[in-house]
């Protein structure tokens, strides 16, 4: 394990961001493995289980004639307890993300990370971190609306017009505030102050941001894709969902999910790291010196 504290690059380099990001991924297989595994992987397979089982309990009751009567009784619940396990992956997610960048910025260090560390790191910047993702749900949110608003009222080009005035402007603002977590966990600047200093580190390299999210993205949903079609041909040779159907679901999606969320969130650490260094030449161990 070497550290990455080497002379000012000059240009953000996705390829490099890339190398990096895997490079960390690999040096610390046993870290991601009890902190994304205990925090994300389980939580997660834990609420498509339960998500999957409702489905195939949906599909049954519909075969048999009863549907309306088992939705009337039980789809309130059902989308209750779906909202609550939304919210607490959502918070284990930010959680998980913050412990990675102390974990990233470690290894890019030379240094092996410490589970608790990261952890605890986790914990303290845990406000403002929940601050910044209600932040970007709400404007992805009322972005969506915007131009579902637009396409309604101004039927049939509405799409296009909603598209370059609401989601378009809001999806290059969260490319600028991509490294707003980071920025919160290792600089503790608040939840402002974390999204201007995002701004202001983007600012010059938005493009190259944009691509390399983009291709993790594509890739993604590429996989998922693929995933879902076989999953989906599995069900229909089995004639339903049976108990397997629901397991070998679950398994899937959730490692899927959690591999690409693993992947992003060490890039968005990483990346931090490369635009402090392109744009203020600030080496690693002097990025590391905060948490001492």
């Known amino acids: 394990m070497t550290s990455l504290a080497q002379d000012r690059p000059e240009k953000f380099r996705i390829g490099r961001v890339f190398s990096n990001s895997f490079a960390v991924i690999g040096r610390n297989l046993g870290f991601l493995a009890v902190v994304v595994g205990l925090f994300s992987?389980?939580?997660?397979?834990?609420?498509?289980?339960?998500?999957?089982?409702?489905?195939?309990?949906?599909?049954?009751?519909?075969?048999a004639g009863n549907a309306a009567a088992f939705e009337t009784s039980a789809?309130?619940?059902?989308?209750?307890?779906?909202?609550?396990?939304?919210?607490?992956?959502?918070?284990?997610?930010?959680l998980v993300q913050a412990a990675l960048?102390?974990?990233a910025i470690e290894d890019l260090n030379g240094k092996r990370p410490v589970i608790g560390d990261c952890i605890q790191i986790a914990l303290r910047s845990f406000l403002p971190?929940?601050?910044?993702?209600?932040?970007?749900?709400?404007?992805?949110?009322?972005?969506?609306?915007?131009?579902?608003?637009?396409?309604?009222?101004?039927?049939?080009?509405?799409?296009?017009?909603?598209?370059?005035?609401?989601?378009?402007?809001?999806?290059?603002?969260?490319?600028?505030?991509s490294v707003s977590v980071p920025i919160a966990v290792?600089?503790?600047?608040?939840?402002?102050?974390?999204?201007?200093?995002?701004?202001?580190?983007?600012?010059?390299?938005?493009?190259?941001?944009f691509w390399l999210l983009l291709i993790i993205g594509v890739a993604a949903m590429l996989i998922q894709a693929v995933f879902s079609?076989?999953?989906?041909?599995?069900?229909?040779?089995?004639?339903?969902?049976?108990?397997?159907?629901?397991?070998?679901?679950?398994i899937g999606s959730t490692l899927v999910s959690t591999i690409f969320s693993t992947m992003l969130s060490v890039t968005i650490a990483v990346t931090y790291v490369e635009l402090r260094q392109v744009k203020e030449g600030t080496s690693v161990d002097e990025l590391a010196e905060i948490f001492s």
């Open 101 to 103: 960048v102390r974990a």
């Open 75 to 94: 789809m309130g619940d059902y989308s209750g307890l779906s909202i609550v396990a939304s919210l607490i992956i959502f918070v284990l997610a930010l």
């Open 229 to 250: 079609l076989f999953f989906g041909l599995a069900l229909a040779t089995a004639g339903g969902v049976t108990g397997v159907g629901v397991l070998v679901g679950a």
């Open 41 to 63: 992987t389980l939580p997660a397979l834990l609420y498509n289980l339960w998500n999957l089982s409702r489905v195939a309990t949906l599909v049954n009751v519909d075969s």
């Open 129 to 177: 971190t929940l601050g910044i993702g209600i932040l970007i749900i709400v404007t992805l949110v009322v972005a969506v609306f915007v131009m579902v608003f637009i396409a309604w009222v101004i039927p049939p080009i509405g799409w296009l017009i909603g598209l370059a005035l609401a989601f378009i402007p809001a999806f290059m603002w969260l490319i600028s505030v």
């Open 186 to 209: 290792q600089e503790r600047l608040g939840v402002f102050g974390s999204i201007s200093r995002s701004r202001a580190l983007t600012k010059g390299s938005r493009w190259s941001i």
